[in-house]
């Protein structure tokens, strides 16, 4: 039975979207570099500059690669032999660089350049989280790893059930394999009561030691990995200059609108004249100060 290979290429309308983008990138580009001149390239932003004259140079050839063979494809009916002209399809590889691309845009969206950020600055805090869990893991491995295989090879010792047998060689049997099983117990990759089964059957110490694993690394150890890497995303938003200008800049202009909404309701409600008696009559309201004092304002002030 032979096997039937796909046409790899693009539908049409894919196609004319794919050219679309091809030239609307290159007239931005040409724009861009019409307006600022030398400065496109020796400006601070010379480094996404370039991101962005590689990807239109890779759309374009992208674009030349797909018609060559097109236009090959149709005048020869055999392609066999310009296959190699598929090699020119490897350049679609560069499409992820378009996605690169778009963080440019979306450095300028509060959230989710708040989101990025947060993220990056936590990667320090997870180097050393992991660390921190491979070497409770590890400790904790060495233990069991001994324990179930000194049982198992000890000739003078019951021979375990066969379940507990299978899982005794497929969690315990090496030093890796008992990392492996100990990081999946307590991270949702596996039920750690089939991990703690062959311990059940050697001796309960080793059950209690198991269970203490499971409390002190997933109570204490993983709540405390998760405080930090809050407490760094925390401050790592505090920090952020620009979204702290957003933030306070969003803040004074929603505060505006409330005491430009705060002063029409004291004044009149036709002509919108605020008399200083009809000031002193709502500025002493609860309410009134109540407000001000939420923006840190007396009502004196």
Not at 111 to 121: E, K, N, V, Y
Not at 207 to 236: D, H, K, P, R
Request: charged residues 15%.
């Amino acid at each position: 039975m032979g096997i039937t290979y796909f046409d790899e290429g693009l539908p049409v309308s894919m196609s004319v979207v794919q050219y679309v983008y091809a030239a609307w990138f290159l007239l931005e580009l040409l724009l861009r570099i019409r307006a600022d001149g030398r400065n496109f390239i020796f400006s601070p932003d010379w480094s996404w500059n370039l991101l962005d004259i590689f990807v239109v140079i890779t759309s374009l050839w992208e674009v030349a690669a797909e018609l060559v063979y097109t236009i090959l494809q149709n005048d020869i009916g055999d392609v066999a032999g310009m296959s190699s002209l598929k090699a020119f399809r490897i350049i679609r590889v560069t499409r992820v660089v378009k996605v690169v691309r778009l963080m440019r845009v979306f450095r300028f969206v509060m959230a989710f350049r708040t989101l990025i950020t947060s993220i990056a600055d936590t990667l320090k805090s997870l180097f050393w989280a992991l660390m921190l869990l491979a070497v409770i893991v590890y400790v904790f491995a060495v233990l069991f790893t001994q324990a179930v295989n000194d049982y198992v090879l000890d000739p003078d010792n019951p021979t375990l059930p066969d379940r507990e047998l299978e899982a005794s060689e497929r969690y315990y049997r090496s030093l890796y394999h008992t990392m492996l099983s100990l990081f999946m117990g307590v991270s949702g990759g596996i039920n750690w009561s089939e991990v703690m089964a062959p311990l059940l059957e050697i001796s309960p110490i080793w059950v209690f030691m198991f269970l203490f694993y499971i409390c002190f690394t997933y109570f204490a150890v993983l709540n405390v990995v998760t405080g930090v890497f809050c407490q760094t995303a925390i401050e790592s938003a505090q920090n952020d200059h620009t979204a702290v200008v957003h933030s306070i800049l969003k803040n004074k202009q929603a505060h505006v609108e409330k005491i430009r909404a705060l002063f029409n309701s004291i004044g009149d409600d036709q002509t919108g004249i605020i008399t200083f008696a009809m000031f002193e009559e709502k500025i002493n309201s609860p309410a009134v100060k109540a407000y001000f004092e939420v923006l840190g304002l007396d009502v004196w002030d």
